[in-house]
């Protein structure tokens, strides 16, 4: 399931039930609470919960398994560190919470309106980010503002703003990692790694922007909000490029993927198949985004040298092809994909993706894992897919016999693993 999907997104849910119960619970409580205390600072409230609002509006996916919000994200961020001499009297951390939920509800039900996707888990998690960076930067932050001349001053301020982002950032990196692990069975500690590589691309660039309109804010009042908007557009208008890119990217590959399915060099959905098993031996590994997006690559595009054979195979199973001819298939698809410029990685993959591991990667370890990956993939969907007829259970057997000779004996026991989880094309 890829790109934009109308409606409510479910693709998070499970583990993601509880985060959105828990935002929903911390949003209403502070809510009521703000409502018996009474609002402070009317004008930046209304200033920043209206930037979150048109951040959550304009929300996109950037990376195919989560909505960005930057706009809402580094607004909410900026209000939550508001302190200085324009702001008489800085919010408390259940306003902060409580203008957070009421502008993501109030920026949600434009897209709700129109039928879009939303992703109520991502909004939840920051909700539960931005009270954990309230609450430490409440706890921190000096209360004496006064200027006394030196630049030293501004730095327990400073030190308290960003360890009150990096709070934000550790709680939702450990929050996504965890989802990460239920819902693709990834390692927790290479979750985590994912999720900390995201937030030092991405998520610099919001809490950069956070800590400016803060500042810019608490020093020259609410003209400096336009003036920080500027830039935030900017990194909005990126990263929709980026987005955008990929999608066509993928694309491209999809297309490329199919040419050997209407040529009848593999049967229909085999590429498909094959990369999502591919896929899911990545995760368990623990492979980084780079190499898993490496990996679905090279899986979809694992036959495409086929097309330079005389004829197809029977039904698509390569494996009925002797060993010439499949490593010659295999370099052929290599060098075709390296003409692209652009997936010298994934056509190194291809070209040793029907390499015995015994002759290959056993005695080089410079040819790469996702190779026997995709060749171990290959094996169990031209044993288990569509028309093949054997069982789970009794491919396993027969992939088991190469051990060591045909198949690299780690990835066939990730391979245990994926299908002993009950993993179904």
Known sequence: MTGETEGLDL???????????????????????????????????????????????????????????????????????????????????????????????????????????????????????????????????????????????????????????????????????????????????????????????????????????ASGTSLAGLWAPPLVLVPLLLTQFAFRRYSSAQRTYRTTVRS???????????????????ASLAVAIGNDLGLTPARMEALEYAALLSGVGQLAL??????????LRSREERQQAAEIGASIIERSGVLDHVAEIVRHSNDPYRQGRASNPDIPVESGIVNVSLAYEQLVGEGSGQTPGKAMENIGLGIGAEYDPVVVESLRRVVGRGFRF
């Open 11 to 213: 693709r998070n849910f499970g583990s993601g039930v509880v985060i959105v119960l828990a935002g929903a619970v911390l949003g209403l409580a502070a809510v009521v609470l703000t409502a018996r205390r009474g609002m402070t600072e009317w004008p930046a409230a209304l200033t920043f919960g209206g930037l979150i609002a048109v951040g959550e509006m304009v929300q996109f996916r950037v990376d195919r398994t989560r909505n960005r919000a930057p706009i809402a994200t580094s607004a909410a961020l900026g209000y939550c560190l508001l302190r200085g001499p324009e702001v008489a009297v800085p919010p408390d951390v259940a306003q902060i919470i409580a203008v957070t939920a009421v502008a993501t509800a109030a920026g949600v039900l434009p897209r709700v309106v129109a039928g879009l996707a939303w992703d109520a888990v991502v909004s939840s998690r920051r909700l539960l980010s931005v009270g954990a960076a309230a609450a430490v930067f409440a706890a921190i932050a000096p209360t004496d503002l006064s200027w006394n001349g030196s630049w030293r001053h501004a730095l327990p301020l400073c030190g308290a703003m960003i360890l009150a982002v990096l709070s934000a950032a550790v709680l939702d990196a450990i929050v996504g990692a965890g989802q990460s692990t239920e819902r693709h069975n990834k390692p927790f500690p290479a979750a985590l790694r994912d999720e900390f590589g995201v937030m030092g691309r991405i998520g610099m660039a919001m809490a950069i922007s956070g800590i400016l309109l």
């Open 256 to 274: 490329m993927a199919r040419s050997t399915e209407i040529a009848g060099f593999s049967s229909p959905g085999q590429n498909a198949r094959t």
């Open 310 to 319: 005389a004829d197809p195979s029977p039904g698509g199973a390569s494996l």
